[in-house]
């Protein structure tokens, strides 16, 4: 079971958007819909924002939205704010009952 | 609403033990399983474990034979041991709820972090 890759880091200025991507494999990502992403502030508890690969639970703004195609999955964050400044984790079933995580991705708004 | 609690330090060999306990809610709630999660200093969040309340509990392979994750109904709590821990295991140690045991983590603790080390 190997972790989901994405990228290290990624940047934006605030009303800019940005898109997260999410790559794994058909055992995982490619293979079910049910993908979902974290936002994590250091000493917070880590949050969802998207899951089932495009729903946002309530109380998450609109500006986050998600999508897949074949083993890659993305997060977008449109009109980036100061607030979405986090650390970003996607996962996904990987079978069996197991769940794998993404390394994760830090956001920086400029 | 979710909170870690357990030693912040353990030595090498030992067996790591970590509590959840779950408040607002019944940890028997039908469809949600309950997991552990950890993330090593500066790397990204690794599953460990999930289980339901009746009893089923599923393990990352790579650490299957060092983990058990057990449950207290009675108090609402869940507990995680690892035996023979190394460095290799010292991170944050997150409990969180599952929506079913294939899906999203909706809810999760603050986190409780543990050391190993002499």
């Known amino acids: 079971q190997s972790a989901l890759t994405q990228p290290r880091s990624v940047s934006g200025s605030p009303g800019q958007s940005v898109t997260i991507s999410c790559t794994g494999t058909?055992?995982?990502?490619?293979?079910?819909?049910?993908v979902s992403w974290y936002q994590h502030h250091p000493g917070k508890a880590p949050k969802l924002v998207i899951y089932?690969?495009?729903k946002r639970p309530s109380g998450v703004p609109d500006r986050f939205s998600g999508s897949k195609s074949g083993n890659t999955a993305s997060l977008t964050i449109s009109g980036l704010q100061a607030e979405d400044d986090a650390d970003y984790y996607c996962?996904?079933?990987?079978?069996?009952?197991?769940?794998?995580f993404g390394g994760g991705t830090k956001l920086t708004v400029l | 609403q979710l909170q870690e609690s357990g030693p912040g330090l353990v030595e090498p060999s030992e067996t790591l033990s970590l509590t959840c306990t779950v408040s607002?809610?019944?940890?028997?709630?039908?469809?949600?399983?309950w997991a552990w999660i950890r993330q090593p200093p500066g790397e990204g969040l690794e599953w460990i474990g999930s289980?339901?309340?009746?009893?089923?509990?599923y393990y990352h392979p790579s650490l299957k034979s060092r983990v058990t994750i057990s449950v207290d109904t009675s108090k609402n709590q869940f507990s995680l041991n690892l035996s023979s821990v190394t460095a290799a295991d010292t991170a944050m140690y997150y409990c969180?709820?599952?929506?079913?045991?294939?899906?999203?983590?909706?809810?999760w603790g603050q986190g409780n972090l543990v050391t190993v080390s002499s």
């Open positions: 969180a709820r599952v929506f079913r045991a294939t899906d999203y983590l909706d809810s």
């Open positions: 607002g809610g019944s940890i028997t709630i039908t469809t949600y399983y």
């Open positions: 289980f339901y309340y009746t009893g089923s509990t």
């Open positions: 058909s055992g995982d990502v490619g293979g079910y819909n049910y």
């Open positions: 089932d690969v495009t």
């Open positions: 996962c996904s079933y990987a079978g069996d009952y197991t769940l794998v």
